[in-house]
C-alpha cells in the first residue's frame, strides 16, 4: 500500500515519526507536513504567497518527503498532485498530540488534512492520542494501523473520513474500540481575561466549559471513559434536509 503522511504539527513532530516508522515496516510511505504547528487551522489553504517544498530524508526513521511552509490541507493537495512519486492508497494524518473528539474535529488540523485528501476521492484517516506528558505513540500508532488495515473503503460512503482518538487510560493494544457518533454540542467557549504589559485587554481561549453530554454514548464521552474512539467523518458540505425545507418556503 502507499501511504502518504501529514499532520498539523509539524514535519518532525514525534507523532509523526512515529506514524511513519510503524507504516513504513510493511508499506510504501511518503511524507508531505507543516513546517511549522498548524494546529487549530482545519482546512484553511495557502494562496496569498507561494508554497515552499523543502526536501527532507530522515535516515533514522527511513521515510523521505517533504516540509512546507503552509496548511496540512496545502500539504496533502501538494502530495497528491505534486510532490509525491505515486498516486496514494491511504492519506493518514496525525499521530495528533492531543485529542481531537467532539466540535474541535470542526477546527483540528490534523482532521483538516484528513478532510483533504477525501475531497478527492482517497481513502483518509486521522489519529490522535491524548495530549499527556508520557503520551504513547507507539501504542497509539500500533491500535490505529489495526484498525485502520480491517477497513473495507468501498462499503464505506464516498469522501468518509474515519478520525480515530486514543486516551491515556489505554495501556495495551489488545483494546476494542468503541464505534461512536461525534459529540456536536459546543465547548471551550469561555475565555480568561487580562491585562498584557502594554495595557491592553485580551481574552485567551481555554477549553472549558466541557460539553454538555448527550443523551447518548459520544466519542467525548467514550474518550473521557478511557475507551479508544472511531467515528466516521464526511468531507460533503450539504445539508440536504436544510435545503428541501427552506426550498419549500419559496414556493
Known amino acids: 500500500m502507499k501511504v502518504l503522511i501529514t499532520n498539523d504539527d509539524g514535519f518532525f513532530a514525534r507523532g509523526l515519526k512515529t506514524l511513519a516508522r510503524h507504516i513504513g515496516e510493511n508499506h510504501e510511505v511518503f511524507v508531505v507536513a507543516p513546517q511549522t504547528e498548524q494546529s487549530g487551522i482545519s482546512q484553511a489553504i495557502t494562496f496569498l504567497r507561494p508554497l515552499n517544498p523543502n526536501h527532507v ?3 533514522q526513521q527511513q521515510c523521505t518527503g517533504y516540509s512546507v511552509n503552509g496548511t496540512p490541507a496545502d500539504c496533502v493537495k501538494l502530495g497528491i498532485h505534486e510532490l509525491a512519486p505515486w498516486k ?3 492519506i493518514v494524518s496525525g499521530i495528533n498530540f492531543g485529542l481531537n473528539v467532539g466540535i474541535n474535529v470542526n477546527h483540528s ?8 485528501g477525501s475531497m478527492f476521492g482517497i481513502p483518509s484517516v486521522s489519529i490522535s492520542v491524548e495530549g499527556t506528558e508520557n503520551a504513547n505513540f507507539d501504542l497509539a500508532a500500533e491500535i490505529a494501523w489495526s ?5 473495507e473503503w468501498d462499503k464505506l460512503p464516498t469522501k468518509s473520513v474515519v478520525n480515530i482518538n486514543v486516551p491515556r487510560q489505554v495501556q495495551s493494544a489488545d483494546i476494542a474500540p468503541v ?6 454540542n459546543p465547548l471551550g467557549y469561555h475565555f480568561q481575561k487580562g491585562v498584557d504589559p502594554k495595557n491592553r485587554h485580551f481574552f485567551w481561549a481555554t477549553n472549558a466549559p466541557a460539553p454538555e453530554p448527550s443523551s447518548f454514548l459520544t466519542d ?3 474518550a473521557f471513559q478511557g475507551r479508544v474512539t472511531v467515528s466516521t467523518l464526511s468531507y460533503d458540505p450539504n445539508n440536504a434536509p436544510a435545503l ?8
Open 57 to 59: 530524508y530522515n535516515k
Open 88 to 90: 496514494p492508497d491511504l
Open 109 to 116: 488540523g490534523t482532521v483538516g488534512g484528513a478532510f483533504a
Open 147 to 151: 484498525i485502520v488495515e480491517k477497513i
Open 179 to 184: 464505534f461512536v457518533p461525534v459529540e456536536t
Open 220 to 222: 467525548t464521552q467514550a
Open 244 to 251: 428541501n425545507a427552506l426550498s419549500n418556503q419559496f414556493k
